[in-house]
């Protein structure tokens, strides 16, 4: 029926009707057949491997018994060589012994027993000495009645079966006990070895408990059996047993089934005992027996479904399927009897696919200035005039920034391409395949923006986020080698830290300007501006950590007049600036050591204080920091001038003449004792003198004409120079030897005086 359905609705291309129909229902009972009998083999072998994994574990676990047992027995007989040859035992049992000596002997005897079962892996030790009554175990003496009534009360042995293998001469006798611990073996020796008359004298008793073969079976529906050459049963350790047969009836490594019990032998090397595991698999075979037969009919009822699932969709997927390839034979101008076949499907959707490629292409093409101008406006800080929903999964963002150097090789030797051109196949590179890299695990989108390439990255989750370094060194770093590989030029890089939130864009973009600013120190040109961050506040610190003495010892060099120490501090604090502050900072520390120049000027004259004035209002309103520092220089040297007229003109010069007799000669030998310290200053004369610096420096100025600064710079210039002439020494030798505190200060100072370098003093006198 259905098949005329089929025909009815497409009459002119009945064959190829029939021919994909057939197809179709065909390959629905393929698939069915070769799952079912991939199933049914997978099964069937699961259900072997199963068998034989039991069947090995069940051999491992007797193979475990045999050997606990047997070790287990050696340690028996080292035990019962041991307590044979004790001489405790052998007065016990020969001796005529008062009561004193016998109870010496039986404590002394229960503690080697003790010691005994320390070393050994038994439960318990007791000899029974029947010649003297008595009990000995590790825990106490008693007599028979009282031993066995705690040692054997819970038990199900009687005291007369218990006295009868006590008695009994068999080496070797063991006595089966259940309690409600489990099952034990009482393995009995008679003592001494030699044996007269068939009396036994005494019994060595030796506990070995099933629980321990238990547990190393690891199951509790096993049980285990203990048969010697004699056909004696030695040890049962569980009631639910097949009957046992006799010793030669069980061989090695064969299994035996016996209605629903599996039994396993093994033969012990130490004394020929054979060994039994029983346990009942036959719940376990029947189960799996019946799951095989449910997978099979499980098996047959999926075809059956199968088979009737692809008729069902046949007949309703078809005809859908028909109209399509009628309306696309009429779009493509095919006739009417053209075969309908799945070739015709599949040029039909790739034909889709490509026009709704290039519409996508068309659409993001128009689309693209529009983007670019939004994420440009987010980057600087601008309000878009538009807004453009982009696919960023999270509010996590990283802007990087890309510089490309070496373009001119992009062309290889075509020198006369234009300049715009190579630009826009440099950004079309490195979009293309920066894009592909970042967007494999987040999201990146890449724009032009004012001389830089920029990167707005989105993460996807918080994840990705801490731990953005790793991801985006390492997508950066492959980028970088596959375009030089490619097109031979590179880039340099800065990557902002991570923000949150599209408002923080711009804030981004000016940390991946700055750490684009640093790639010329980086070999790798790959810079995260938070490092350099992390390297800037760590120079700060250290810079603050020593400004605040150095100002203060500025102050005291100014007010001292010392116009040459000042300017040595002023270059010790501008050159750490420059290493250790940004330009903006660096100003701010000038401008703020200009105040502290002027709160030294204390003078009455406003009109120089105007004129100071005048000068740091005109270097405030400069931008280049080494003009403020030449300000900043300017005017500590006025207030260092002021200073000293300042001195001059208050000073007492009756007093100054009368104390210079007393206090010059000193200074001056002082002075020319130590001008080679590098720290002599006015500061370090006046507290050596317990003088002030301005009393001091009034009474040698105007005794020598001269200042102690001027004096001591003319020391060490006389000492410069003989060094230079009379010797091979470097300069900074020189310097240091002379007693000045740099290089810089020393050539400043020699430039001076001499108004020649030191260098060329020395080759002119040396010649």
């Known amino acids: 029926m259905w098949l005329k359905y089929f025909n009815r609705r497409n009459p002119t291309s009945r064959k190829s009707s029939f021919f994909l129909l057939y197809v179709w229902l065909l390959s629905y009972l393929v698939i069915c057949l070769v799952m079912s009998m991939t199933s049914t083999f997978l099964y069937s072998s699961l259900v072997k491997t199963t068998e034989e994994q039991v069947e090995q574990t069940h051999m491992s676990n007797l193979d475990k018994v045999v050997t606990q047992v047997d070790n287990d027995l050696s340690y028996a007989n080292k035990v019962y060589s041991m307590l044979s040859k004790n001489d405790k035992v052998n007065k016990l049992i020969y ?83 259940q309690d409600e611990d489990g099952w034990h073996i009482d393995m009995m020796y008679q003592l001494p070895i030699f044996i007269e008359n068939t009396y036994v004298h005494a019994t060595m008793v030796l506990r070995i408990s099933d629980t321990k073969l238990k547990n190393i079976t690891g199951s509790d529906r096993a049980s285990l059996a203990i048969i010697d050459s004699n056909d004696r049963l030695l040890m049962a350790s569980s009631y639910d047993f097949p009957k046992i047969g006799t010793y030669y009836s069980y061989s090695d490594d064969i299994i035996l089934q016996e209605e629903d019990y599996v039994t396993m032998c093994r033969t012990s090397s130490y004394n020929t005992w054979k060994y039994l595991y029983t346990t009942n698999n036959s719940k376990f075979y029947k189960k799996i027996e019946h799951t095989k037969h449910i997978n099979i009919a499980f098996i047959l009822l999926s075809l059956l479904l ?96 890309f510089r490309p150097y070496n373009t001119e090789k992009l062309f290889g030797s075509d020198n006369n391409m234009d300049i715009k051109e190579t630009e826009n196949t440099t950004f079309f590179i490195i979009q293309n395949v920066m894009e592909e890299l970042f967007n494999k695990s987040d999201y990146c989108k890449i724009i032009q923006i004012d001389d830089c390439i920029a990167g707005i990255y989105c993460y996807r989750d918080e994840h990705s986020s801490g731990i953005y370094k790793n991801g985006i060194h390492s997508a950066v770093t492959y980028g970088l080698s596959f375009i030089k590989t490619n097109f031979q030029f590179g880039f340099d890089v800065g990557i902002s830290s991570v923000r949150n939130g599209m408002e923080k864009l711009s804030f981004a973009y000016n940390e991946a300007r700055l750490a684009l600013g640093s790639c010329s120190a980086a070999d790798s040109g790959i810079v995260f501006y938070d490092e350099i961050y ?202 240091l030897q002379s007693g000045f505190a740099s290089e810089k200060t020393f050539s400043r100072t020699f430039n001076k005086y001499e108004a020649i370098t030191p260098g060329k003093y020395r080759r002119n006198h040396k010649m």
């Not at 009687?158 to 006990?177: C, H, I, P, R």
């Open 95 to 177: 001796d005529e012994l008062p009561t004193v000596l016998e109870d010496k002997y039986s404590i002394e005897l229960a503690k080697d027993i003790s010691q005994l079962l320390s070393t050994m892996d038994f439960t318990d030790v007791y000899i029974y000495f029947q010649n003297r009554n008595i009990v000995i175990s590790s825990q106490q003496r008693n007599s028979p009645e009282e031993f066995f009534s705690s040692f054997y009360g819970n038990t199900s042995v009687t005291y007369q079966t218990w006295q009868m293998n006590m008695k009994s001469a068999n080496m070797g006798n063991y006595l089966s006990v």
């Open 306 to 401: 199968c088979c009737g699932l692809g008729i069902y969709f046949s007949i309703k997927n078809y005809h859908p399927l028909n109209e399509l390839i009628k309306i696309y034979k009429r779009q493509a101008g095919l006739k009417e009897d053209a075969p309908h076949n799945y070739k015709i499907v599949k040029e039909a959707l790739s034909d889709y696919v490509n026009s709704k490629r290039n519409l996508n292409s068309i659409e993001q093409n128009k689309h693209q200035p529009i983007v670019t101008a939004y994420l440009t406006g987010l980057l600087k800080g601008t309000n878009p005039k538009t807004t453009v929903n982009l696919p960023f999964p999270t509010e996590l963002f990283s802007v990087v920034l």
């Open 534 to 735: 992390r390297e800037s506040l760590a120079a700060e610190k250290s810079f603050f950590k020593s400004f605040t003495s150095r100002k203060d010892a500025l102050i005291v060099n100014i007010e001292n007049g010392d116009s040459e120490g000042a300017r040595e501090i002023l270059d010790t604090i501008f050159s750490q600036c420059v290493a250790s502050l940004n330009i903006e900072k660096t100003k701010i520390i000038l401008l703020h050591l200009e105040s502290a120049v002027l709160s030294a000027l204390n003078i009455a004259e406003d009109e120089f204080r105007e004129e100071i004035d005048g000068d740091i209002m005109h270097s405030m309103s400069m931008d280049n920091i080494s003009d403020i520092f030449d300000s900043l220089t300017k005017i500590t040297q006025k207030v260092c001038d002021a200073r000293k007229e300042a001195g001059a003109t208050v000073s007492d010069n009756t007093e100054v003449s009368a104390n210079a007799e007393t206090y010059l000669p000193k200074i001056i030998d002082y002075i020319r004792t130590n001008y080679t310290d590098s720290n002599l200053n006015v500061t370090a004369v006046s507290e050596y003198f317990n003088m002030s610096s301005y009393y001091i420096s009034k009474v040698f100025k105007n005794t020598t004409g001269e200042s102690i600064i001027e004096y001591i710079a003319k020391l060490r210039m006389e000492k410069a120079k003989r060094l230079l002439e009379s010797t091979d020494l470097s300069i900074t030798d020189v310097y």
